[in-house]
């Protein structure tokens, strides 16, 4: 096979992985870039006027690529380089939703639009996947962890619950705050959700979803009795109406019953 022949296979390849789906008064194109976390890049296609709009569909600070921008200065140095790169328009809706955003006038401009913005998306959500984490964040983390250990341990026997614990010895990366022993065949999944910053929050709350989804994939699903993510409502990035859906879908996605720091008492219950 010649070079010219593999580079059309290529190219043939390359093609058939895009795909689209209608949505409303606009197109989602599901291009074949993917972000570090393996998370293929969509791009949103709407007209208003004579203008094409070509948007984020407000997916990079919603969090469905499962990362939320950070606000540590070294990351905004690296997000403002490909803003400013690529020249991409920011708009916030009124209710709230963030959408980065390309305007094309003719059709023959939004190939390059589409290819701009997905860059974009890509370095940014893959960006956001590195810990810049300061030292305030760790500290608040670090804080909270031994303020939720020490009241667990002031009701509960030690040798019923284990903290900084892995589910399955086998999968190290499935590691939950502390795992209590109801029984030898009743496991309680404990996380803590904290953050010095709204942005550090609510990627605690990401990090204990997907936590809970793996943990439902072991083969030790079927002894998990209960979970329970415990909100740190002391935290400086606990700001209630900028997070109240991100905690509604943990709760309703994994099943996880949520306790208020502020209302800790709840847990003695939960964990009789």
């Not at 996380?191 to 605690?204: A, E, H, P, R």
């Not at 209302?263 to 964990?271: D, P, T, Y």
């Amino acid at each position: 096979m010649s070079f010219a022949e593999i580079f059309e296979d290529v190219k043939k390849s390359f093609h058939g992985i895009w795909q689209t789906k209608e949505r409303g008064n606009s197109l989602e194109i599901i291009t074949p870039y993917a972000t570090t976390n393996n998370r293929f890049i969509s791009i949103f296609l709407t007209k208003q006027g004579n203008e094409f709009i070509i948007s984020d569909g407000g997916w990079i600070k919603s969090g469905v690529y499962d990362v939320v921008p950070g606000e540590d200065s070294c990351f905004l140095k690296v997000f403002y380089h490909y803003q400013n790169s690529f020249n991409i328009k920011e708009i916030e809706s009124k209710e709230g939703v963030t959408y980065f955003y390309l305007k094309a006038l003719n059709i023959i401009d939004i190939p390059s639009r589409i290819f701009d913005l997905s860059l974009f998306i890509q370095n940014i959500v893959s960006v956001s996947e590195i810990d810049f984490e300061s030292k305030i964040e760790k500290e608040t983390r670090e804080l909270f962890v031994s303020k939720a250990n020490d009241y667990l341990k002031s009701f509960i026997n030690t040798e019923k619950i284990k903290f900084n614990k892995h589910l399955d010895p086998n999968r190290k990366e499935i590691k939950f705050n502390a795992i209590f022993y109801k029984t030898q065949n009743e496991l309680t999944l404990v996380n803590y959700v904290t953050g010095s910053s709204l942005s550090y929050f609510s990627n605690s709350i990401f990090k204990a979803n997907t936590l809970y989804e793996m943990a439902d994939e072991t083969i030790y699903k079927d002894y998990i009795h209960d979970k329970i993510t415990v909100v740190d409502t002391n935290a400086p990035g606990y700001v209630p109406q900028k997070m109240t859906h991100y905690l509604s879908h943990l709760e309703n996605h994994t099943g996880s019953k949520m306790v208020k720091w502020n209302q800790r008492e709840k847990l003695k219950v939960l964990l009789e």
